[in-house]
C-alpha cells in the first residue's frame, strides 16, 4: 500500500455552517425546545455521521469535526461531486445533498415509556396500558434500551426505541398476509 499524503479540507464550522461547531450540534439544535434525554442521541449522530461518510468521496473522511483528505488529489478524482466557482469540491453541497429524512430518523431513535407504547402505539384501551405493552414487550423478545429513573418512585423504568417496537410489532407472523385464504 503506498501512503498518500493528507491535508485537511477544514472544519464544519467554516465549510458547512458558521453557526455549529459539529454535525452533532446541528442535530441538537433540529430538536428545539424538545428533551434530548427523550431520544437515543448517540445513535441518531451515529446514522448521521454514517450518511456524511457515504456521501464524501472515498478519499475524504469528516475526522471528528475536521475534513481529512488527499493533499494531492488525483486528476478528476472529485468530477463526480459538486464544485465550487474555482472548480474545487463543494464540501457543503455534498452535505446539503445528503438524502436523509431527519424527522424520521429523530422519529425511529424516539424513547418511550412501557406506559407510552401500550397508549400510543399499541392503543390499549385496558386500565393499565403499561401492562398490555410489557406482556407484548415480552412476547416479542424485546429488551429495552435503558432503564431510567422513575420520576415519582425512583424504581428503574424500561425505555425502548420507537422503530426497534415498530419494527418488532410489523415482523409478528400474520402481519400484512391472511393465510386461510391461501391459494384463492
Not at 428533551?35 to 473522511?61: K, N, Q
Not at 452535505?95 to 392503543?123: A, K, V
Request: hydrophobic content about 35%; glycine content about 10%; overall charge negative.
Amino acid at each position: 500500500m503506498t501512503y498518500r499524503p493528507t491535508t485537511d479540507y477544514g472544519d464544519w464550522c467554516n465549510r458547512i455552517n458558521g453557526f455549529e461547531t459539529s454535525p452533532e450540534q446541528g442535530l441538537n439544535a433540529y430538536l428545539g425546545d424538545q428533551d434530548p434525554d427523550d431520544y437515543d442521541m448517540g445513535s441518531i449522530h451515529l446514522a448521521y455521521r454514517r450518511a456524511i461518510d457515504a456521501a464524501l468521496p472515498p478519499s475524504i473522511s469528516l475526522c471528528g469535526d475536521m475534513f481529512i483528505g488527499p493533499a494531492y488529489p488525483e486528476d478528476g478524482e472529485f468530477d463526480d461531486y459538486p464544485q465550487d466557482d474555482c472548480g474545487t469540491l463543494d464540501l457543503k453541497a455534498v452535505i446539503e445533498g445528503i438524502d436523509l429524512d431527519l424527522g424520521d430518523l429523530f422519529w425511529r431513535h424516539e424513547l418511550y415509556t412501557l406506559d407510552s407504547i401500550g397508549r400510543w402505539i399499541l392503543e390499549s384501551k385496558a386500565k393499565d396500558p403499561a401492562k398490555a405493552a410489557a406482556a407484548a414487550m415480552s412476547k416479542l423478545g424485546l429488551k429495552p434500551f435503558a432503564y431510567r429513573p422513575h420520576p415519582d418512585s425512583g424504581r428503574p423504568q424500561a425505555w425502548y426505541r420507537v422503530g426497534d417496537v415498530k419494527d418488532a410489532l410489523a415482523a409478528r407472523p400474520g402481519q400484512g398476509a391472511r393465510t386461510d385464504k391461501a391459494g384463492a
